[in-house]
């Protein structure tokens, strides 16, 4: 891997951007790999934002507290209005925020309403078009939320107690028709160890690793402790679960054959056969391979690039760009 460091102005967020890093918490700051620093707005926002995520076509954008409640909507880098989520154990857990485009009009998906209830926000409208009447939201924390490649799937990646790390998956189709769908989900990885991390592959095929919090010992056959496996959505089947022979749980998928972990320090893992393939242990990337993030120090943002496959690491005014070597990629 290629590691590249960028000095920083006043960093608080980071966020892909047309393949480069912008702080939109800080007056829109973007990062070129040439060393040079663009100013793409003319205001910091003045509150501790230390999360950021941006719409796919790059309109919009939503920086927000990790571990509290604010947010702020951006259109371009100015405000559209406030958004908030629960008190509820919010100084505990990742807030929970994607943003999805369906039939050309942008959502965010987050939880505006109580902890456990996933909601589309329409982004110009502010209208929840899925905040209906008699919804019965299940006992879950949701977090670490993320988009499959066609938009047709969200994960939620999220906790509940005492507490356990939870992997669900929604139909994002059906969740329109049907909004009582995003209460209870009913696909979700039955095994018997807690499932602490996940990344699409592709449309319909997720990566997903085991932490070593056992749940059933009777079930531990098909995903063992401390192990990673391919899920099949179609098939709700998993492959041969492979062991990784280094502490692990950040992942993030390049393609089919390699993902990146940011457990401890950045690496390369062969999916397939579980061998690290590449490493730079001497850059600390931290400890998160959980939505529940309270107990770290100073936990980095973590941002990945799926067009590039590049990772960026937050520090002290540095951003840490690691890129994979292109016979990986390729």
């Known amino acids: 891997m290629q590691r ?33 620093i663009k100013q793409l707005e003319k205001y910091h926002f003045g509150f501790n934002f230390d999360g950021a995520i941006t719409s796919a076509d790059g309109k ?10 604010k947010g702020l909507l951006l259109k371009e880098g100015k ?15 990742e807030y929970p ?8 009009v942008t959502y965010l998906i987050h939880c505006p309403i109580a902890y456990n209830q996933l909601d589309f926000e329409n982004v ?10 008699g919804r019965q939201p299940s006992d879950v924390f949701h977090s670490r939320l993320e988009i499959s490649p066609n938009n047709s799937y969200l994960i ?24 009582s769908l995003l209460d209870k989900s009913t696909l979700y990885p039955d095994v018997g160890v807690e499932v602490c991390t996940a990344s699409f592959i592709s449309n ?9 919090e056992i749940i059933d010992d009777d079930n531990l056959k098909k995903f063992p402790p401390k192990h990673i496996s391919v899920w099949d959505l179609k098939t709700d089947q998993l492959s041969k679960p492979v062991s990784i022979n280094v502490e692990f749980g950040n992942l993030f998928v390049i393609n089919e054959s390699f993902a990146w972990d940011l457990f401890n320090y950045p690496k390369i893992i062969n999916i397939n056969t579980g061998e690290v393939i590449d490493r730079d242990e001497e850059f600390n990337s931290g400890n ?16 990945f690039n799926k067009e590039t496959k590049q990772i960026a690491v937050s520090g002290k005014e540095k951003i840490e760009i690691f890129t994979p070597d292109v016979s990986i990629i390729y």
Do not use: M
């Not at 980071?14 to 918490?25: L, R």
């Not at 319909?204 to 070593?212: A, F, R, T």
């Open 4 to 36: 590249e460091t960028l000095t920083a102005n006043s960093l608080k967020t980071i966020t892909w951007f047309n393949n480069t890093i912008v702080d939109w918490a800080s007056v829109g700051n973007q990062y070129l790999f040439d060393g040079k």
């Open 124 to 133: 110009e409208t502010g209208e929840l078009t899925t905040n209906i009447t």
């Open 97 to 104: 925020a994607a943003f999805l485009t369906r039939k050309d």
């Open 156 to 179: 939620s990646k999220g906790w509940f107690w005492h507490p356990l790390d939870v992997i669900e998956v929604f139909n994002i189709e059906n969740c329109f028709s049907n909004p």
């Open 204 to 212: 319909d095929k997720i990566l997903i690793g085991s932490s070593d």
């Open 288 to 303: 998160q391979r959980s939505s529940i993030i309270h107990h770290l120090e100073n936990p980095p943002q973590i941002i």
């Open 79 to 93: 405000i559209l209005r406030e958004i908030n989520r629960s008190y509820y154990c919010a100084d505990v857990y």
């Open 60 to 69: 919009y954008q939503f920086i927000y507290i990790r571990l509290g409640t």
